[in-house]
């Protein structure tokens, strides 16, 4: 079993910049496939990035080019960099991790706003 626990949300206005952390214990980081989800107000949510433990990543197509998911399994801690932030980039971030079962964070708030 692993616990997650995400940072670094917060209140940013369009074009700025955020790093959201998850930080991971109880369990080998290493051998998990980690990604971020994200869920705005009346919307599903989606997958935003997914990193695997072979450094593999995939990203949601508005946020190509913007965002960077990031490991350090000997941190056990993974990372998004989000760039040129939007409007619709708003809503709670998720931290999930998978290996045999999902995991969850207990969600940040991101909220890009002028």
């Known amino acids: 079993q692993v616990h997650l626990v995400e940072s670094g949300g917060g209140l940013v206005q369009p074009g700025g910049s955020l790093r959201l952390s998850c930080a991971a214990s109880?369990?080998?980081?290493?051998?998990?496939?980690v990604g971020w989800y994200r869920q705005a107000p009346g919307k599903q949510r989606e997958l935003v990035a997914r990193i695997t433990s072979g450094g593999r990543t995939n990203y949601l197509d508005s946020v190509k080019g913007r965002f960077i998911i990031s490991r350090d399994n000997a941190k056990s801690t993974m990372y998004l960099q989000m760039n040129s932030l939007k409007p619709e980039d708003t809503g709670v971030y998720y931290c999930?991790?998978?290996?045999?079962?999902?995991?969850w964070g207990q969600g940040t708030q991101v909220t890009v706003s002028s």
């Open positions: 109880g369990s080998i980081f290493s051998i998990y496939t």
């Open positions: 999930n991790a998978v290996h045999l079962y999902d995991y």
